[in-house]
Protein backbone atom coordinates (compact mmCIF):
# COMPACT_ATOMS: atom_id res chain seq x y z
CA UNK A 1 0.00 0.00 0.00
CA UNK A 2 1.20 3.68 -0.72
CA UNK A 3 0.73 6.79 0.58
CA UNK A 4 -1.81 7.52 -2.66
CA UNK A 5 -4.29 5.01 -0.96
CA UNK A 6 -4.61 7.47 1.92
CA UNK A 7 -5.50 10.10 -0.57
CA UNK A 8 -2.01 11.80 -0.29
CA UNK A 9 0.15 13.17 -2.95
CA UNK A 10 3.26 11.26 -3.12
CA UNK A 11 5.81 14.07 -3.25
CA UNK A 12 3.87 15.54 -0.18
CA UNK A 13 4.08 12.03 1.55
CA UNK A 14 8.30 11.77 0.57
CA UNK A 15 8.18 14.79 3.06
CA UNK A 16 6.44 13.87 5.99
CA UNK A 17 8.34 13.73 9.49
CA UNK A 18 6.96 10.19 11.70
CA UNK A 19 5.12 12.54 13.54
CA UNK A 20 2.89 13.45 10.85
CA UNK A 21 3.32 9.92 9.33
CA UNK A 22 1.72 8.56 12.88
CA UNK A 23 -1.05 11.13 12.96
CA UNK A 24 -2.35 10.30 9.66
CA UNK A 25 -2.65 6.42 9.95
CA UNK A 26 -4.48 7.33 13.05
CA UNK A 27 -7.29 9.53 12.05
CA UNK A 28 -6.79 7.11 8.22
CA UNK A 29 -7.10 3.55 10.21
CA UNK A 30 -9.54 4.75 13.02
CA UNK A 31 -12.22 6.18 10.27
CA UNK A 32 -11.31 2.63 8.62
CA UNK A 33 -12.60 0.84 11.40
CA UNK A 34 -9.73 -1.16 11.99
CA UNK A 35 -9.25 -3.86 14.41
CA UNK A 36 -8.19 -1.94 18.20
CA UNK A 37 -8.51 -3.82 21.19
CA UNK A 38 -8.74 -2.65 24.82
CA UNK A 39 -5.29 -2.57 25.63
CA UNK A 40 -4.50 -0.27 22.47
CA UNK A 41 -7.65 1.99 23.43
CA UNK A 42 -6.40 2.07 26.95
CA UNK A 43 -2.87 3.89 26.14
CA UNK A 44 -4.20 5.94 23.19
CA UNK A 45 -6.07 5.01 20.12
CA UNK A 46 -3.03 2.66 17.92
CA UNK A 47 0.56 4.21 20.35
CA UNK A 48 0.27 0.30 20.27
CA UNK A 49 2.21 -0.01 23.67
CA UNK A 50 0.39 -0.35 26.68
CA UNK A 51 1.78 -1.75 29.95
CA UNK A 52 -0.46 -4.62 31.31
CA UNK A 53 1.23 -5.19 34.50
CA UNK A 54 0.01 -9.14 34.92
CA UNK A 55 -2.62 -9.38 32.62
CA UNK A 56 -4.97 -12.46 32.53
CA UNK A 57 -4.56 -15.05 30.27
CA UNK A 58 -6.29 -14.57 26.71
CA UNK A 59 -6.34 -16.40 23.64
CA UNK A 60 -7.02 -20.67 22.55
CA UNK A 61 -5.51 -23.74 21.86
CA UNK A 62 -2.93 -26.37 22.38
CA UNK A 63 0.50 -25.62 23.63
CA UNK A 64 2.00 -21.79 22.34
CA UNK A 65 5.57 -21.24 21.99
CA UNK A 66 8.20 -19.71 20.19
CA UNK A 67 7.41 -17.54 16.97
CA UNK A 68 4.03 -17.27 17.44
CA UNK A 69 2.03 -14.13 16.41
CA UNK A 70 -1.26 -13.71 17.97
CA UNK A 71 -4.17 -12.26 16.03
CA UNK A 72 -7.53 -11.39 17.73
CA UNK A 73 -8.79 -14.23 19.95
CA UNK A 74 -12.25 -14.80 20.15
CA UNK A 75 -13.93 -12.88 22.97
CA UNK A 76 -14.02 -14.95 26.37
CA UNK A 77 -11.31 -17.08 25.64
CA UNK A 78 -8.63 -18.28 28.09
CA UNK A 79 -5.62 -20.28 28.16
CA UNK A 80 -3.69 -21.76 30.67
CA UNK A 81 -0.36 -20.42 31.58
CA UNK A 82 0.90 -24.24 32.12
CA UNK A 83 0.86 -24.44 27.60
CA UNK A 84 2.84 -20.88 27.37
CA UNK A 85 6.31 -20.81 26.86
CA UNK A 86 8.26 -17.99 26.95
CA UNK A 87 11.41 -17.36 24.22
CA UNK A 88 13.04 -14.57 22.85
CA UNK A 89 14.95 -13.73 25.95
CA UNK A 90 17.51 -10.68 25.79
CA UNK A 91 19.28 -8.91 28.63
CA UNK A 92 20.50 -5.49 29.14
CA UNK A 93 22.36 -3.73 31.47
CA UNK A 94 20.53 -1.25 33.71
CA UNK A 95 22.12 2.35 34.16
CA UNK A 96 24.89 0.87 36.31
CA UNK A 97 26.35 -2.38 34.78
CA UNK A 98 27.60 -3.71 38.22
CA UNK A 99 24.59 -3.81 39.99
CA UNK A 100 21.41 -3.86 37.47
CA UNK A 101 20.33 -6.26 35.07
CA UNK A 102 17.21 -5.94 32.84
CA UNK A 103 15.75 -9.58 31.90
CA UNK A 104 13.29 -9.12 28.65
CA UNK A 105 11.53 -12.24 26.87
CA UNK A 106 8.32 -12.76 24.78
CA UNK A 107 5.16 -14.78 25.70
CA UNK A 108 2.70 -15.44 22.18
CA UNK A 109 -0.12 -14.86 24.93
CA UNK A 110 -0.70 -12.83 27.88
CA UNK A 111 -0.09 -14.59 31.04
CA UNK A 112 -0.86 -13.60 34.64
CA UNK A 113 1.61 -12.59 36.96
CA UNK A 114 5.19 -13.21 34.84
CA UNK A 115 8.30 -13.12 37.07
CA UNK A 116 11.84 -13.85 37.00
CA UNK A 117 13.69 -16.21 39.67
CA UNK A 118 17.38 -15.57 40.13
CA UNK A 119 20.12 -16.98 42.79
CA UNK A 120 23.70 -17.72 42.76
CA UNK A 121 23.41 -21.48 41.62
CA UNK A 122 21.05 -23.02 39.00
CA UNK A 123 19.59 -25.35 41.55
CA UNK A 124 18.84 -22.70 43.99
CA UNK A 125 17.05 -19.52 42.18
CA UNK A 126 15.61 -18.48 45.95
CA UNK A 127 14.24 -14.52 44.65
CA UNK A 128 11.43 -13.96 42.91
CA UNK A 129 11.12 -10.93 41.47
CA UNK A 130 7.84 -9.59 39.68
CA UNK A 131 7.35 -8.45 35.72
CA UNK A 132 6.21 -6.17 33.66
CA UNK A 133 3.91 -7.18 30.48
CA UNK A 134 4.06 -4.71 27.82
CA UNK A 135 0.92 -5.34 25.34
CA UNK A 136 1.85 -4.04 21.57
CA UNK A 137 -0.66 -3.83 18.53
CA UNK A 138 -0.18 -4.14 14.90
CA UNK A 139 -3.82 -2.65 13.35
CA UNK A 140 -4.73 -5.08 9.79
CA UNK A 141 -3.32 -3.26 6.67
CA UNK A 142 -6.01 -3.36 4.03
CA UNK A 143 -5.73 -6.88 3.45
CA UNK A 144 -2.53 -6.85 3.56
CA UNK A 145 -1.48 -8.69 6.82
CA UNK A 146 -3.76 -9.20 9.86
CA UNK A 147 -4.25 -7.44 12.95
CA UNK A 148 -1.12 -8.97 15.47
CA UNK A 149 -0.84 -8.07 18.73
CA UNK A 150 2.27 -9.41 20.63
CA UNK A 151 3.74 -9.81 24.75
CA UNK A 152 6.75 -8.65 26.03
CA UNK A 153 7.73 -8.70 29.36
CA UNK A 154 9.91 -7.13 31.37
CA UNK A 155 12.11 -7.65 34.88
CA UNK A 156 14.21 -4.90 36.87
CA UNK A 157 17.04 -6.60 38.62
CA UNK A 158 18.65 -4.20 41.10
CA UNK A 159 20.86 -4.44 44.21
CA UNK A 160 23.29 -7.34 42.53
CA UNK A 161 26.72 -8.03 43.61
CA UNK A 162 29.80 -6.55 40.73
CA UNK A 163 32.19 -9.27 39.39
CA UNK A 164 28.95 -12.13 39.87
CA UNK A 165 27.63 -14.66 38.06
CA UNK A 166 23.87 -15.19 38.67
CA UNK A 167 21.16 -17.68 37.36
CA UNK A 168 17.64 -16.79 36.29
CA UNK A 169 14.68 -18.36 34.84
CA UNK A 170 11.70 -16.58 33.62
CA UNK A 171 8.14 -18.01 34.33
CA UNK A 172 4.09 -17.03 34.92
CA UNK A 173 1.40 -18.29 36.65
CA UNK A 174 1.02 -22.24 35.35
CA UNK A 175 5.29 -21.85 34.19
CA UNK A 176 7.65 -21.90 37.39
CA UNK A 177 11.44 -22.44 35.41
CA UNK A 178 12.48 -24.17 39.24
CA UNK A 179 9.99 -26.71 38.47
CA UNK A 180 11.76 -30.20 37.03
CA UNK A 181 10.12 -29.84 33.66
CA UNK A 182 11.53 -26.41 32.96
CA UNK A 183 14.98 -26.48 34.75
CA UNK A 184 16.61 -26.65 31.46
CA UNK A 185 15.34 -23.34 30.46
CA UNK A 186 17.33 -21.78 33.34
CA UNK A 187 20.52 -19.31 31.71
CA UNK A 188 23.17 -16.84 33.87
CA UNK A 189 24.73 -13.44 33.21
CA UNK A 190 27.78 -11.96 34.73
CA UNK A 191 27.45 -8.21 36.60
CA UNK A 192 30.34 -5.59 35.34
CA UNK A 193 33.10 -5.87 37.89
CA UNK A 194 33.79 -3.90 40.61
CA UNK A 195 37.46 -2.70 39.38
CA UNK A 196 38.62 -2.39 36.02
CA UNK A 197 40.16 -5.74 34.21
CA UNK A 198 40.25 -7.39 30.97
CA UNK A 199 37.34 -8.14 28.94
CA UNK A 200 36.09 -7.89 25.78
CA UNK A 201 33.29 -6.31 23.65
CA UNK A 202 31.51 -7.05 20.67
CA UNK A 203 29.52 -4.78 18.01
CA UNK A 204 27.88 -4.79 14.60
CA UNK A 205 24.78 -3.27 12.38
CA UNK A 206 22.00 -4.42 10.46
CA UNK A 207 21.46 -7.79 11.21
CA UNK A 208 18.39 -9.06 10.32
CA UNK A 209 17.36 -12.60 9.92
CA UNK A 210 18.49 -15.47 8.66
CA UNK A 211 21.27 -17.81 7.68
CA UNK A 212 24.07 -15.52 7.98
CA UNK A 213 22.88 -13.28 11.21
CA UNK A 214 22.55 -16.59 13.15
CA UNK A 215 26.12 -17.48 11.39
CA UNK A 216 27.77 -14.06 12.69
CA UNK A 217 26.15 -14.76 16.16
CA UNK A 218 27.66 -18.62 16.64
CA UNK A 219 31.27 -17.04 16.24
CA UNK A 220 30.64 -13.72 18.25
CA UNK A 221 29.52 -15.88 21.61
CA UNK A 222 32.33 -18.00 21.57
CA UNK A 223 34.55 -14.81 22.12
CA UNK A 224 32.83 -14.47 25.33
CA UNK A 225 31.81 -10.94 25.24
CA UNK A 226 30.84 -8.99 28.24
CA UNK A 227 28.00 -7.48 26.11
CA UNK A 228 27.59 -6.59 22.72
CA UNK A 229 26.82 -3.21 20.58
CA UNK A 230 24.02 -3.14 18.26
CA UNK A 231 24.34 -0.37 16.04
CA UNK A 232 20.74 -0.43 14.66
CA UNK A 233 18.63 -2.19 12.21
CA UNK A 234 17.76 -4.50 14.16
CA UNK A 235 15.54 -6.88 12.62
CA UNK A 236 13.70 -5.26 9.24
CA UNK A 237 10.40 -5.70 9.97
CA UNK A 238 9.95 -2.68 8.30
CA UNK A 239 11.12 -3.14 4.76
CA UNK A 240 11.55 0.20 3.52
CA UNK A 241 13.89 2.34 6.46
CA UNK A 242 12.28 5.53 5.44
CA UNK A 243 9.87 5.94 8.70
CA UNK A 244 6.90 5.98 7.02
CA UNK A 245 3.50 4.04 7.19
CA UNK A 246 3.82 2.78 3.39
CA UNK A 247 6.48 0.67 4.11
CA UNK A 248 5.95 -2.61 4.14
CA UNK A 249 5.79 -4.04 7.74
CA UNK A 250 5.71 -7.72 9.23
CA UNK A 251 5.90 -7.14 12.98
CA UNK A 252 5.96 -10.97 13.36
CA UNK A 253 9.64 -10.36 12.72
CA UNK A 254 10.67 -9.48 15.87
CA UNK A 255 8.83 -13.02 16.64
CA UNK A 256 11.64 -14.47 14.44
CA UNK A 257 14.59 -12.26 15.68
CA UNK A 258 14.15 -12.45 19.18
CA UNK A 259 14.30 -16.16 18.93
CA UNK A 260 16.85 -16.35 16.91
CA UNK A 261 19.00 -13.96 19.24
CA UNK A 262 18.07 -15.92 22.15
CA UNK A 263 21.06 -18.28 22.36
CA UNK A 264 23.05 -15.28 22.16
CA UNK A 265 21.32 -12.51 24.07
CA UNK A 266 20.03 -14.84 26.75
CA UNK A 267 23.43 -14.59 28.53
CA UNK A 268 24.93 -11.42 27.01
CA UNK A 269 23.35 -8.20 27.39
CA UNK A 270 22.65 -7.00 23.87
CA UNK A 271 22.58 -3.39 23.35
CA UNK A 272 20.70 -1.77 20.87
CA UNK A 273 20.06 1.45 19.64
CA UNK A 274 18.01 2.89 16.74
CA UNK A 275 18.60 2.57 13.40
CA UNK A 276 16.07 4.30 10.24
CA UNK A 277 14.31 0.74 9.69
CA UNK A 278 13.75 0.65 13.38
CA UNK A 279 11.33 3.56 13.28
CA UNK A 280 8.24 2.22 12.81
CA UNK A 281 4.96 4.61 12.62
CA UNK A 282 2.52 2.33 14.11
CA UNK A 283 3.06 2.83 17.11
CA UNK A 284 4.23 6.48 18.34
CA UNK A 285 4.90 9.70 16.79
CA UNK A 286 8.10 9.38 16.52
CA UNK A 287 8.24 5.89 15.42
CA UNK A 288 9.83 4.10 18.96
CA UNK A 289 6.71 2.45 20.53
CA UNK A 290 7.91 -0.71 19.45
CA UNK A 291 11.16 -0.16 20.61
CA UNK A 292 10.06 0.78 24.31
CA UNK A 293 7.41 -2.43 24.29
CA UNK A 294 10.46 -5.02 23.21
CA UNK A 295 13.45 -3.54 25.24
CA UNK A 296 14.30 -2.16 28.39
CA UNK A 297 17.93 -0.39 28.13
CA UNK A 298 19.29 2.20 30.81
CA UNK A 299 16.93 4.97 31.67
CA UNK A 300 19.43 7.81 31.75
CA UNK A 301 19.23 9.27 28.45
CA UNK A 302 17.74 12.26 27.62
CA UNK A 303 14.22 11.14 27.75
CA UNK A 304 14.28 7.91 28.04
CA UNK A 305 10.51 7.08 27.24
CA UNK A 306 11.10 9.14 23.46
CA UNK A 307 14.26 7.89 22.82
CA UNK A 308 14.70 4.61 24.66
CA UNK A 309 18.35 4.02 21.96
CA UNK A 310 20.39 7.03 23.71
CA UNK A 311 21.41 5.87 26.79
CA UNK A 312 25.16 5.52 28.62
CA UNK A 313 27.32 3.07 30.53
CA UNK A 314 30.41 2.24 32.35
CA UNK A 315 32.19 -1.19 32.19
CA UNK A 316 35.51 -1.38 33.90
CA UNK A 317 37.96 1.27 31.99
CA UNK A 318 35.37 1.76 29.30
CA UNK A 319 32.66 4.28 29.09
CA UNK A 320 30.45 3.61 26.09
CA UNK A 321 27.30 5.97 24.78
CA UNK A 322 24.47 5.11 22.55
CA UNK A 323 22.81 7.67 20.19
CA UNK A 324 20.08 7.81 17.79
CA UNK A 325 21.14 9.33 14.53
CA UNK A 326 17.92 9.38 12.80
CA UNK A 327 17.68 12.92 14.91
CA UNK A 328 20.19 14.53 12.66
CA UNK A 329 19.94 12.18 9.60
CA UNK A 330 20.29 14.57 6.27
CA UNK A 331 19.76 11.26 4.04
CA UNK A 332 16.52 9.91 5.63
CA UNK A 333 14.93 13.04 7.31
CA UNK A 334 12.08 11.48 8.94
CA UNK A 335 13.07 12.26 12.69
CA UNK A 336 15.39 14.74 12.09
CA UNK A 337 16.07 17.33 14.72
CA UNK A 338 12.95 15.56 16.65
CA UNK A 339 15.03 16.10 19.90
CA UNK A 340 15.44 19.98 19.42
CA UNK A 341 19.52 19.63 20.17
CA UNK A 342 18.48 18.13 23.54
CA UNK A 343 20.28 14.99 22.52
CA UNK A 344 23.39 16.94 21.31
CA UNK A 345 23.45 18.56 24.43
CA UNK A 346 23.34 15.19 26.55
CA UNK A 347 25.81 14.02 24.25
CA UNK A 348 27.98 16.82 25.27
CA UNK A 349 27.73 16.47 29.32
CA UNK A 350 28.09 12.89 28.94
CA UNK A 351 31.36 12.82 27.24
CA UNK A 352 32.62 15.43 29.69
CA UNK A 353 31.92 13.14 32.96
CA UNK A 354 33.82 10.61 31.35
CA UNK A 355 36.69 12.39 30.15
CA UNK A 356 37.03 13.41 33.79
CA UNK A 357 36.09 10.29 34.96
CA UNK A 358 39.46 8.93 36.63
CA UNK A 359 38.61 5.32 35.70
CA UNK A 360 37.72 5.43 32.54
CA UNK A 361 40.64 5.02 30.04
CA UNK A 362 38.59 4.70 26.70
CA UNK A 363 35.29 6.10 25.45
CA UNK A 364 33.66 4.43 22.36
CA UNK A 365 30.35 5.77 21.02
CA UNK A 366 27.97 4.03 18.97
CA UNK A 367 25.13 4.64 16.07
CA UNK A 368 23.39 3.65 12.89
CA UNK A 369 24.39 6.49 10.38
CA UNK A 370 27.72 6.48 8.85
CA UNK A 371 30.34 9.63 9.85
CA UNK A 372 32.62 8.21 7.90
CA UNK A 373 31.75 5.22 5.31
CA UNK A 374 32.22 5.60 1.07
CA UNK A 375 29.82 2.59 0.64
CA UNK A 376 26.09 3.24 -0.85
CA UNK A 377 24.85 5.29 1.75
CA UNK A 378 28.09 6.75 2.00
CA UNK A 379 28.40 9.51 4.66
CA UNK A 380 25.68 11.54 6.84
CA UNK A 381 26.39 15.36 6.64
CA UNK A 382 24.13 15.91 9.76
CA UNK A 383 26.49 13.33 12.10
CA UNK A 384 29.50 15.31 10.61
CA UNK A 385 27.96 18.48 11.93
CA UNK A 386 26.06 17.93 15.07
CA UNK A 387 28.45 15.12 16.85
CA UNK A 388 31.88 14.28 15.17
CA UNK A 389 33.07 18.11 16.75
CA UNK A 390 32.25 16.60 19.69
CA UNK A 391 33.94 13.80 18.93
CA UNK A 392 37.04 15.60 18.25
CA UNK A 393 36.86 18.10 21.59
CA UNK A 394 36.37 14.95 23.94
CA UNK A 395 38.73 12.78 22.22
CA UNK A 396 36.58 9.44 21.62
CA UNK A 397 38.74 6.63 21.04
CA UNK A 398 36.30 4.61 18.82
CA UNK A 399 33.45 4.98 17.13
CA UNK A 400 30.97 2.14 15.46
CA UNK A 401 28.16 2.64 13.15
CA UNK A 402 26.06 0.33 10.69
CA UNK A 403 24.34 1.38 7.65
CA UNK A 404 26.06 0.78 4.96
CA UNK A 405 26.46 -3.63 5.30
CA UNK A 406 30.06 -3.64 4.78
CA UNK A 407 32.96 -3.62 7.15
CA UNK A 408 34.94 -0.04 6.60
CA UNK A 409 37.69 1.28 8.65
CA UNK A 410 39.35 4.61 8.56
CA UNK A 411 42.68 6.19 9.13
CA UNK A 412 42.20 8.30 12.19
CA UNK A 413 40.16 10.86 11.24
CA UNK A 414 41.18 15.20 12.52
CA UNK A 415 39.52 17.77 11.29
CA UNK A 416 37.88 16.00 8.12
CA UNK A 417 40.97 14.41 7.40
CA UNK A 418 43.64 12.02 7.79
CA UNK A 419 44.95 13.01 10.98
CA UNK A 420 47.68 9.27 11.03
CA UNK A 421 47.43 6.72 8.61
CA UNK A 422 46.00 3.59 10.39
CA UNK A 423 47.06 0.33 8.59
CA UNK A 424 46.25 -3.06 9.22
CA UNK A 425 48.16 -3.84 12.60
CA UNK A 426 48.36 -0.42 13.54
CA UNK A 427 48.38 1.80 16.33
CA UNK A 428 46.68 5.30 16.90
CA UNK A 429 46.24 7.27 19.99
CA UNK A 430 43.29 9.97 20.05
CA UNK A 431 45.05 12.37 22.20
CA UNK A 432 47.58 13.24 18.95
CA UNK A 433 45.93 11.41 16.05
CA UNK A 434 42.37 11.84 16.08
CA UNK A 435 39.79 9.27 15.91
CA UNK A 436 39.04 6.10 14.50
CA UNK A 437 35.79 5.47 12.86
CA UNK A 438 34.27 1.92 12.19
CA UNK A 439 31.48 0.59 9.83
CA UNK A 440 30.28 -2.36 11.08
CA UNK A 441 27.41 -2.99 9.04
CA UNK A 442 27.77 -6.88 8.12
CA UNK A 443 25.73 -8.42 10.95
CA UNK A 444 23.86 -10.72 8.23
CA UNK A 445 21.21 -8.59 6.10
CA UNK A 446 22.29 -8.46 2.37
CA UNK A 447 25.63 -6.72 1.85
CA UNK A 448 26.59 -3.95 -0.05
CA UNK A 449 29.34 -2.87 -2.40
CA UNK A 450 31.90 -0.19 -2.42
CA UNK A 451 32.77 2.74 -5.42
CA UNK A 452 33.70 1.99 -8.43
CA UNK A 453 37.70 1.49 -8.51
CA UNK A 454 38.15 1.13 -4.65
CA UNK A 455 39.07 -2.35 -4.50
CA UNK A 456 38.33 -4.16 -1.09
CA UNK A 457 41.63 -4.10 1.14
CA UNK A 458 41.60 -5.76 3.99
CA UNK A 459 43.87 -8.38 6.57
CA UNK A 460 45.54 -10.61 3.94
CA UNK A 461 44.30 -8.78 1.06
CA UNK A 462 45.79 -5.57 1.47
CA UNK A 463 46.12 -3.72 -1.90
CA UNK A 464 47.89 -0.10 -2.66
CA UNK A 465 45.92 2.74 -0.43
CA UNK A 466 44.49 5.20 -3.13
CA UNK A 467 41.78 7.99 -2.67
CA UNK A 468 38.18 6.79 -3.17
CA UNK A 469 35.80 8.92 -4.44
CA UNK A 470 32.55 9.30 -2.12
CA UNK A 471 29.98 11.92 -1.50
CA UNK A 472 28.06 12.74 1.63
CA UNK A 473 24.28 14.14 2.13
CA UNK A 474 23.60 17.41 3.11
CA UNK A 475 20.19 19.00 4.99
CA UNK A 476 19.20 19.93 1.33
CA UNK A 477 19.50 16.02 0.75
CA UNK A 478 21.85 16.83 -2.38
CA UNK A 479 24.90 14.36 -2.29
CA UNK A 480 28.59 16.52 -3.44
CA UNK A 481 31.34 14.69 -3.91
CA UNK A 482 34.21 14.46 -2.57
CA UNK A 483 37.84 12.20 -3.07
CA UNK A 484 38.69 10.32 0.51
CA UNK A 485 41.84 9.14 1.70
CA UNK A 486 40.47 8.32 4.69
CA UNK A 487 39.19 4.42 3.94
CA UNK A 488 41.74 2.19 5.01
CA UNK A 489 40.06 -0.86 5.69
CA UNK A 490 36.86 -2.69 2.91
CA UNK A 491 35.62 -5.73 2.98
CA UNK A 492 32.76 -6.94 1.34
CA UNK A 493 31.63 -9.66 3.86
CA UNK A 494 29.73 -10.59 6.99
CA UNK A 495 31.64 -9.37 10.22
CA UNK A 496 31.51 -8.31 13.74
CA UNK A 497 33.89 -6.16 15.76
CA UNK A 498 35.44 -7.78 18.70
CA UNK A 499 37.09 -5.97 21.03
CA UNK A 500 39.78 -6.45 24.31
CA UNK A 501 39.71 -3.63 26.56
CA UNK A 502 42.97 -4.05 28.55
CA UNK A 503 43.28 -1.53 32.35
CA UNK A 504 46.19 -0.97 34.30
CA UNK A 505 49.61 1.16 33.84
CA UNK A 506 49.89 0.72 29.76
CA UNK A 507 45.79 1.04 29.04
CA UNK A 508 44.37 -0.09 25.48
CA UNK A 509 41.59 -1.56 23.00
CA UNK A 510 42.64 -4.20 20.41
CA UNK A 511 40.13 -4.33 17.91
CA UNK A 512 39.76 -6.97 15.46
CA UNK A 513 37.02 -8.00 12.45
CA UNK A 514 36.27 -11.16 12.17
CA UNK A 515 33.74 -13.14 10.20
CA UNK A 516 31.29 -15.86 10.71
CA UNK A 517 34.07 -18.54 10.00
CA UNK A 518 36.50 -16.86 12.72
CA UNK A 519 38.96 -15.26 10.31
CA UNK A 520 39.70 -11.94 10.99
CA UNK A 521 39.83 -9.22 8.44
CA UNK A 522 41.21 -6.81 10.19
CA UNK A 523 43.27 -5.34 13.29
CA UNK A 524 44.52 -2.67 15.11
CA UNK A 525 45.02 -0.77 18.92
CA UNK A 526 44.15 2.46 20.21
CA UNK A 527 46.38 3.83 23.12
CA UNK A 528 46.54 7.28 24.95
CA UNK A 529 49.10 9.27 25.37
CA UNK A 530 51.47 7.08 23.92
Not at 435 to 462: C, D, K, N
Amino acid sequence: MDLPDFGIPAAQARGMSMAEQHELLRARLTRRRTLVTAGAVASGLLTGCSGTGTADGAGGGSTVGAGSTRTAPPAGSTVSGAVVTPFGRHLAFGADPRRQMRISWQVPLAVRRPFVRVGLRPDDLDRRIGAELRDLVTPELAGLRPAAEQYYVHAALDGLRPGTTYYYGVGHEGFDPAAPPHRSTVASFRTAPAHPERFVFTAFGDQGVGGDAVANNRVLLRQDPAFHLHAGDICYADDKGRGKESDLYDASQWDRFLEQTEPVARSVPWMVTTGNHDMEAWYSPDGYGGQLARFSLPDNGFDPRRAPGVYAFRYGNVGVVALDANDVSYEIPANLGFSEGRQTGWLRRRLAELRAAPEIDFVVVFFHHCAYSTSTHASDGGVRAEWVPLFARYEVDLVINGHNHVYERTDAVRDGAVGRPVPVGGTTDPTRDGTVYVTAGGGGRELYGFPAGAAESYEGHVTAHEPVDSFRWTRSRDTPAERVGWSRVRYRGFSFLAVEAEAGAAPRLRVSALTPEGSRVDHFEVRRGS
